[in-house]
């Protein structure tokens, strides 16, 4: 492929609820610009895009894709996004990449909240907007039932470029209401025909891009409402002006399995949507801490924000980059501004699904990809050493679904964490955690069906056998009561015995570690073995009485004792200060403490009382309700954590997926007497009783 100019390269992220038809738009593209000799087809497995094997199997687009093609002399970078929020990661760094947004809506199913989303992830980012209507082959499409569904939703912004005239409920030809001319397809051909009559329709799709033209600017407001007619320039220059500035946003139409539509939205985005140079200029920050504006220029110092790696076991590593100023090339000197390193460039190249292309270099606006970039990982920036800045990295959604993950083999716990440690490399979303206390390897994303793919990426890319099992809960145990015990420890087994008296006070307190201390009066317990008592209840309480978790909240005073001048030694205070534990603590009154975490759950107004009802279930306390973004609302509560591992799942169903929450621990407290049994006989189970 040529090289471009930044004002002939457009950077399309195709987004959309999952099942819209996405990749399908994109492969129609793919195919009718020449870039494939062949229609790919989700079904048969053959797409450039859904190239990954867990796509192939799955039948859905699970990491993004990038491919490049040419169309009006411009060269466009597509970028295929995943739809199901479990990958939302996926539409991060295609936003991230992008300029503008290509939302694609199914003309069955109409606007579902993947379509809100990526109207709100396509706003927050700044970039144009358009929308497609797609499978309007399908008769049971309703193209203008959708369409007034658009409006309703996103405002006069929503403006109809290519529309369909429907007989017997399927699209018969589109009409472009710019050139106002009408096409026909047929044996994948589009021709001219005759305008067909669209009746008073016509009156009312008029009338909704002369609002949205309305909107671009104050003369044409005045205009519009002082009952003018806008000329067919007027039009024109006024959509143009407005999608570049995001004020308008234009609709198509056409089914993708057919390639209908698809060469009147590339004429589309070729004519309307903004260029490279024209979006490509960001806010950095230089070494000071200041914002410093990076214009999109070729011929400026390298930067360039790495927004996608790929980690494969055989492959190796490649970055894939958006080049905001200055170029690319092998060589060329670079600083990796997180480490502060020099990374060397040994090649670039342009990614075309899973193929690659060399390339000379890759100049601003552009997109391509880095082989070998060891020190490098998604977000950074890469610029020239006289011009250091940081550019906006990708924001990721936080993980909020864990669960523990276990090889089948023992052994290969080792192997586990490597291969997790290489697919978390590509997708930040994925949070990785070994618990010391649990003895657990967990694994956090941002759904069930994530912490699948990644299961069969363990075994399909590194070949081990792993499952997922609930996480185990990190218990306490502590005491109400105040105890004074004595511990004795004596042996006599020839020569030297072994002899430790000690008595110990044990009294609840607010410490999360033991409190040691002393007041032994007239030498009955020498200071020199004081350590070795210390010691010896540091180690007791990593055991509780109750279930066998560790004890906190506990003040321990050693006040009296004896010794033997031979046969003490520092062992048998430490033994006798074991004892004096395990003689104490069942009769102090122990009590199990259960982990409670401080919940922020964002829910739609009408899923309020879904979520605290489902708060309470989970013997949770509501503390408040405030107002959030979007015209969300925060519920903060405080629930026990052993009642959360699947609320990510209980919130996506009831919110259909709007909400989200986080949760992180905020302190221990008495577990209810049902649960603390239920606890105590599971952990007796599971050493045999």
Request: hydrophobic residues 40%; negative net charge; contains cysteine.
């Amino acid at each position: 492929m040529k090289q471009y100019e930044a004002k002939k390269i457009k950077n399309i992220a195709l987004v959309g609820h999952g099942g819209s038809g996405k990749t399908s738009v994109a492969e129609s593209m793919i195919y009718l610009a020449g870039s494939s000799d062949r229609l790919g087809k989700i079904n048969e497995g053959n797409t450039v895009l859904d190239f990954d094997p867990e796509e192939v199997k799955r039948k859905v687009s699970v990491v993004t894709a990038v491919a490049p093609i040419e169309w009006k002399n411009y060269k466009i970078n597509l970028i295929d996004t995943p739809g199901l929020f479990d990958f939302e990661g996926g539409v991060c760094e295609g936003i991230r990449a992008a300029d503008t947004a290509l939302i694609v809506v199914s003309g069955k199913n109409g606007i579902n909240v993947g379509t809100d989303k990526a109207v709100k992830a396509a706003t927050k980012s700044g970039l144009s907007r358009f929308f497609f209507v797609n499978g309007l082959c399908d008769e049971s499409a309703r193209f203008y039932r959708v369409f007034e569904t658009l409006k309703a939703s996103f405002g006069p912004s929503v403006c109809p470029i290519v529309v369909p005239f429907i007989v017997d409920g399927k699209a018969d030809c589109y009409i472009n209401m710019l050139e106002y001319k009408a096409y026909k397809y047929e044996d994948n051909k589009m021709t001219e025909t005759t305008m067909p009559d669209l009746g008073d329709r016509l009156g009312g799709l008029r009338t909704a891009i002369y609002e949205a033209v309305a909107e671009t600017d104050e003369q044409m407001f005045e205009k519009y409402f002082s009952g003018e007619e806008f000329t067919p320039e007027e039009v024109i220059v006024g959509v143009s002006k407005g999608v570049k500035e995001g004020t308008i946003s234009p609709v198509f139409c056409g089914d993708a399995h057919n390639t209908y539509g698809i060469d009147q939205l590339l004429n589309g985005l070729a004519w309307l949507a903004p260029n490279a140079d024209e979006k490509g200029d960001e806010i950095a920050t230089d070494v000071d801490g200041e914002p410093v504006e990076i214009t999109c220029n070729e011929n400026g110092a390298a930067a360039a924000v790495v927004f996608k790696t790929v980690a494969d076991p055989f492959v190796g590593k490649l970055s894939y980059f958006k080049v905001v100023s200055g170029k690319i090339a092998p060589e060329t000197p670079l600083i990796n501004m997180r480490t502060g390193n020099a990374e060397r460039i040994g090649k670039v190249m342009i990614i075309k699904g899973k193929k690659q292309e060399e390339m000379s270099y890759i100049g601003a606006g552009d997109i391509g990809a880095v082989p070998k970039l060891t020190g490098t990982i998604t977000g950074d920036t890469l610029c020239a050493p006289t011009r250091k800045v940081v550019l906006d990295g990708v924001r990721y959604p936080t993980p909020s679904f864990t669960m523990a993950i276990v090889p089948r083999a023992k052994g290969d716990e080792d192997k586990v964490a490597q291969a997790l440690l290489k697919i978390a490399e590509e997708d930040p979303t994925i949070k990785l955690e070994n618990n010391v206390e649990t003895h657990q390897m967990l694994v956090s994303g941002l759904g069930e069906q994530h912490l699948d793919v990644i299961v069969s990426k363990v075994k399909n890319k590194f070949g081990i056998d792993v499952v997922l099992e609930k996480p185990k809960v990190a218990y306490r145990e502590t005491i109400r009561k105040s105890v004074k015990v004595q511990g004795r420890h004596k042996k006599q087994s020839g020569g030297h015995g072994q002899f430790g008296d000690v008595w110990i006070e044990f009294e609840p307190c607010d410490s999360e570690a033991l409190e040691f201390a002393q007041r032994v009066v007239g030498g009955s317990v020498p200071k020199g073995f004081f350590p070795a008592v210390e010691k010896g209840l540091r180690e007791s309480i990593k055991k509780g009485p109750l279930a066998g978790y560790p004890v906190v909240g506990i003040k321990a005073t050693l006040y009296d004792g004896s010794y033997h001048p031979v046969d003490s030694s520092e062992m048998s205070f430490k033994m006798a200060a074991a004892m004096a534990y395990k003689n104490g603590m069942p009769t102090a009154e122990p009590t199990l403490l259960e982990p409670i975490g401080m919940l922020m759950a964002a829910v739609p107004d009408n899923n309020m009382g879904d979520v605290m009802g489902e708060v309470n279930k989970r013997r949770g306390r509501v503390l408040g309700m405030s107002p959030g973004e979007d015209g969300m609302q925060v519920v903060e509560a405080e629930v026990p954590m052993a009642e959360m591992h699947d609320f990510s799942t209980f919130i996506r169903q009831v919110t259909q997926g709007r909400g989200f929450f986080t949760f992180s621990f905020a302190r221990y407290e008495d577990a209810p007497a049902q649960v603390a049994q239920k606890v105590i006989e599971a952990k007796k189970s599971e050493f045999g009783g």
